[in-house]
């Protein structure tokens, strides 16, 4: 490498490479292998001589650096590529061959610095050695440089588009990918991040202005389907439900479910027999596709691929396909195929005496509904305080002292009891029929909000049942050492989640020693699954384990368990977003600017008659179960947020009471829409309801089924 000559004056510099960075300085001193040098900031840096690469008297360092950048910007680097010997050569030979055979330190350190910045045209090899890279090289680096070219001219001009209040089409048909899930390199990403800094403000609101965000219900739905349906919602073409070829013997019994109007897939009923004997039989009947539809089958691969349906206000995406379901559903006036649980009780002091599970079609007398016989089907008429003038009396009136004595067991392992203060909430779209889901919001249509008491006698039937089928066969299954997916809760303290695994555990929020889920195999995977392995409990018996589908430590129930948690949990975080937004719609439409509110933690409250948490400020130093009115901002219906403030406290200061156990106070309901984009880098206890109070939703009735 051709240097200067040391130069032994009164003061001298030197200019040398730090990390692939050149930097230059006075000498203060110099060793056989380093110097110590001053820089312009009067920092001093100890410098290895084999970095040094210039040394000069004038002109002063901070001359040579910002000239030799300037002469370096002249330098053609194809000319001096096309000139520049095949072997390895030195900046100082370069800058002699290029300038002229006199070139001084400022063309030499040019001729360093255009060298050092043009790795396609030169590599590096060694400190202030080059060599030309091989033509194929340079055509490809300069092909990718002037693509690179292209692609900033493209996105300063999305830039000036989005900031002008349009959006590009490349921009709109990224769009839940750039807010969501962003590739930082995508150049559609960097012309959001670009426009948002030059504008000024939140992508999102940015975005909306551009009009790529033409309606906020779409944008949810289809922010949804984005995450969790990226090849669509449709089934496959000609996927046909499997008949069920068993000859199965008819139940002498006449079995009716407890539903919504709204509910299509049918997996439970119940059934009463023997009333007056002394001895009564309790029916369990739940739906069996497992009869028909076989592990890896056509049917099955669309259900795993699902692992449940989803639930929304006015639409729901079932699990199968609803001619499948239609063919499995208990239908009213059908003989329905189903795996039976009977559980023989003591009819005076509700004992259990035994219980067998069976394979059999059964009559199905009526499907009961619960918007239609909640006003009827009172306590007072199922204890005999009242006339019980409605189908099924006798025997509602025994479920409702059975599931009452099945849930006061429950409370005593619980340590305490259930308390469902809080209602459940219907949604309903008046004027919406015949709309698809990609016509919402049509702008007529009515979103109407009911409430439905956790609790009601119903509901509490046919909840108790569910527990008592899932614990029972969960110890059936347990006992004949076949695997099943189970749930369970360490302790109800708080953080102490439910957790799904293969073998039993006590599950402390429902009381129960051990806990499925096997009576909705219609929507829920893992009761399609359970309900695989009962039906092999119950054709094969103690060699059960060794023809069940799925065998002790099979790999494939963890694969399972970890596919449906993430998407019911998904399913889930969707539904309570998208029924935050229709409550929204919902004050907007009623024009509510005041609503009354308990107080939770941290700022947020909760609505006492609307299922809303959101944050008021005033809140913060309340006590938990004050009770106040809130006065409320403005709904973002695109981020699903809305403040308030308390205007008034509507109880005396020493009435707060403590929330209820099923209040919760998970911030979460309150947060608004998170977005992934990042403006700062372009370049680069548990809630018994889960399974208690909520089984009616969540084992039996679905709040939008």
């Known amino acids: 490498?051709?240097?200067?000559?040391?130069?032994?004056?009164?003061?001298?510099?030197?200019?040398?490479?730090?990390?692939?960075?050149?930097?230059?300085?006075?000498?203060?001193?110099?060793?056989?292998?380093?110097?110590?040098?001053?820089?312009?900031?009067?920092?001093?840096?100890?410098?290895?001589?084999?970095?040094?690469?210039?040394?000069?008297?004038?002109?002063?360092?901070?001359?040579?650096?910002?000239?030799?950048?300037?002469?370096?910007?002249?330098?053609?680097?194809?000319?001096?590529?096309?000139?520049?010997?095949?072997?390895?050569?030195?900046?100082?030979?370069?800058?002699?061959?290029?300038?002229?055979?006199?070139?001084?330190?400022?063309?030499?350190?040019?001729?360093?610095?255009?060298?050092?910045?043009?790795?396609?045209?030169?590599?590096?090899?060694?400190?202030?050695?080059?060599?030309?890279?091989?033509?194929?090289?340079?055509?490809?680096?300069?092909?990718?440089?002037?693509?690179?070219?292209?692609?900033?001219?493209?996105?300063?001009?999305?830039?000036?588009?989005?900031?002008?209040?349009?959006?590009?089409?490349?921009?709109?048909?990224?769009?839940?990918?750039?807010?969501?899930?962003?590739?930082?390199?995508?150049?559609?990403?960097?012309?959001?991040?670009?426009?948002?800094?030059?504008?000024?403000?939140?992508?999102?609101?940015?975005?909306?202005?551009?009009?790529?965000?033409?309606?906020?219900?779409?944008?949810?739905?289809?922010?949804?389907?984005?995450?969790?349906?990226?090849?669509?919602?449709?089934?496959?073409?000609?996927?046909?439900?499997?008949?069920?070829?068993?000859?199965?013997?008819?139940?002498?019994?006449?079995?009716?479910?407890?539903?919504?109007?709204?509910?299509?897939?049918?997996?439970?009923?119940?059934?009463?027999?023997?009333?007056?004997?002394?001895?009564?039989?309790?029916?369990?009947?739940?739906?069996?596709?497992?009869?028909?539809?076989?592990?890896?089958?056509?049917?099955?691969?669309?259900?795993?691929?699902?692992?449940?349906?989803v639930y929304m206000p006015g639409w729901k995406l079932t699990m199968l396909p609803d001619e499948v379901v239609q063919s499995y559903t208990l239908m009213e006036g059908r003989d329905c195929p189903a795996v039976s649980l009977y559980v023989t009780f003591d009819e005076a002091t509700l004992e259990v005496r035994g219980s067998e599970t069976k394979i059999e079609r059964v009559p199905i007398a009526a499907n009961l509904r619960h918007d239609q016989l909640d006003a009827v089907v009172t306590e007072a008429a199922l204890t005999g305080a009242a006339p019980a003038e409605f189908a099924f009396a006798p025997e509602l009136s025994f479920a409702f002292r059975l599931a009452r004595h099945l849930?006061?067991?429950?409370?005593?392992?619980?340590?305490?009891?259930?308390?469902?203060?809080?209602?459940?909430?219907?949604?309903?779209?008046?004027?919406?029929?015949?709309?698809?889901?990609?016509?919402?919001?049509?702008?007529?249509?009515?979103?109407?909000?009911?409430?439905?008491?956790?609790?009601?006698?119903?509901?509490?039937?046919?909840?108790?049942?569910?527990?008592?089928?899932?614990?029972?066969?969960?110890?059936?299954?347990?006992?004949?050492?076949?695997?099943?997916?189970?749930?369970?809760?360490?302790?109800?303290?708080?953080?102490?989640k439910v957790r799904m695994q293969t073998r039993p555990a006590p599950h402390a929020g429902m009381g129960v020693a051990h806990y499925t889920w096997a009576t909705s195999p219609l929507r829920r995977y893992v009761d399609l699954v359970n309900q695989w392995q009962i039906i092999a409990c119950a054709r094969h018996g103690r060699t059960a384990a060794l023809v069940a589908p799925f065998k002790p430590k099979d790999t494939a129930l963890l694969a399972i368990i970890s596919g449906f948690d993430a998407a019911y949990s998904a399913y889930n975080g969707f539904q309570n977003g998208i029924e935050r937004y229709w409550t929204l719609r919902w004050l907007e439409q009623n024009d509510v600017t005041e609503i009354d509110c308990s107080v939770m933690k941290d700022g947020l409250v909760r609505a006492d008659s609307l299922p809303l948490v959101l944050r008021a400020i005033g809140a913060e130093q309340m006590p938990r179960g004050a009770h106040v009115r809130v006065r409320l901002g403005r709904p973002d219906l695109l981020t699903l947020d809305i403040g308030g403030s308390v205007s008034t406290r509507l109880d005396d200061a020493a009435c707060a009471e403590a929330v209820p156990e099923d209040e919760g106070d998970d911030a979460a309901e309150a947060a608004p829409l998170a977005l992934a984009i990042d403006l700062g880098d372009a370049d680069a206890g548990a809630d018994p309801g889960a399974d208690a109070g909520t089984t009616a939703g969540a084992d039996s009735v679905p709040a939008q089924g």
């Open 1 to 309: 490498m051709a240097q200067n000559p040391p130069q032994h004056s009164a003061q001298h510099f030197a200019l040398f490479d730090e990390a692939g960075k050149f930097l230059a300085g006075r000498v203060l001193s110099e060793a056989e292998s380093s110097l110590q040098i001053e820089l312009d900031s009067g920092k001093r840096a100890k410098v290895k001589a084999v970095n040094v690469m210039l040394r000069f008297d004038k002109p002063a360092p901070a001359e040579l650096i910002a000239e030799g950048q300037r002469l370096a910007e002249q330098i053609d680097l194809d000319l001096a590529w096309e000139f520049a010997p095949e072997e390895d050569f030195g900046f100082a030979d370069f800058a002699r061959d290029y300038f002229n055979a006199s070139a001084g330190v400022t063309q030499q350190a040019a001729a360093l610095f255009r060298l050092h910045g043009a790795p396609h045209y030169f590599r590096r090899a060694g400190k202030g050695q080059f060599r030309k890279a091989p033509e194929e090289i340079v055509k490809a680096a300069l092909l990718g440089i002037e693509r690179k070219a292209q692609q900033a001219a493209q996105i300063e001009g999305w830039v000036g588009e989005l900031v002008a209040r349009t959006c590009p089409q490349p921009v709109r048909e990224q769009l839940y990918k750039i807010l969501f899930k962003p590739d930082k390199n995508a150049p559609e990403y960097k012309a959001v991040v670009d426009a948002a800094r030059r504008a000024q403000r939140a992508p999102l609101d940015l975005l909306l202005d551009a009009g790529a965000i033409d309606s906020p219900y779409q944008f949810h739905w289809r922010r949804f389907l984005f995450d969790q349906f990226p090849k669509g919602t449709n089934f496959p073409a000609g996927l046909a439900a499997p008949a069920i070829k068993d000859e199965l013997p008819l139940a002498p019994v006449r079995a009716f479910s407890v539903d919504d109007s709204s509910t299509t897939e049918i997996d439970d009923a119940l059934s009463v027999q023997g009333l007056g004997s002394g001895t009564v039989i309790f029916g369990v009947h739940i739906a069996a596709p497992a009869l028909a539809v076989q592990p890896d089958s056509a049917v099955d691969k669309v259900a795993r691929d699902r692992f449940s349906t």
């Open 407 to 496: 849930k006061a067991g429950r409370e005593v392992v619980r340590g305490k009891p259930e308390n469902f203060n809080r209602p459940d909430y219907n949604f309903k779209l008046v004027d919406a029929e015949g709309l698809s889901i990609a016509e919402l919001p049509a702008g007529h249509e009515k979103i109407v909000i009911s409430e439905r008491r956790r609790g009601a006698p119903l509901d509490t039937i046919v909840a108790e049942a569910m527990i008592l089928a899932n614990n029972t066969w969960g110890g059936w299954l347990a006992e004949l050492g076949v695997p099943g997916i189970y749930r369970s809760q360490a302790s109800m303290a708080p953080g102490i």
